[in-house]
């Protein structure tokens, strides 16, 4: 998603023109960016009372992904709250299963233990 402070100003002006016909989009637009504020600046902890603020609002698509939010709610705050990231973990993963998928099911334990050393 585009940060609204970096818009072109004729980008910038077709925007306002149709955040101002439609109120709904307007509202939506408004939640989406509070959302991505919190998340960009780690603050886990206003999380509860934006997705409060998102059930009180008539957002359908909102209301789906706020309950999918509260499903692990305190995973995801502990995760845009403390600095401790599993990001490097999930890349040796994402390696390690690129690595499989590319051996077509021959990946025997001993083949792909050889694959994932050499391949660092």
């Known amino acids: 998603m ?20 439609s109120p709904e989009l307007a509202a939506l637009t408004g939640h989406v ?4 504020e919190i998340m960009g600046e780690r603050r886990g902890r206003d999380l509860e009372r934006w997705m409060v603020a998102v059930d009180s609002d008539d957002q359908p698509a909102l209301h789906s992904f706020v309950r999918g939010l509260r499903r692990d709610q305190d995973a ?10 599993s990001g490097t973990v999930e890349g040796h993963v994402n390696r ?14 001993d083949l792909l233990r050889k694959r994932i050393l050499l391949s660092e």
């Not at 585009?2 to 016909?21: C, G, K």
């Not at 390690?96 to 334990?109: E, H, N, P, S, V």
């Open 2 to 21: 585009t940060n609204p402070a970096a818009l072109a100003p004729e980008h910038q002006e077709s925007l306002d023109r149709i955040l101002a016909i």
């Open 33 to 36: 960016r509070a959302f991505a």
């Open 96 to 109: 390690i299963k690129m690595l499989k998928r590319q051996m077509f099911g021959r990946a025997k334990t």
């Open 76 to 85: 995801v705050t502990a995760g845009r709250t403390m600095a401790w990231s």
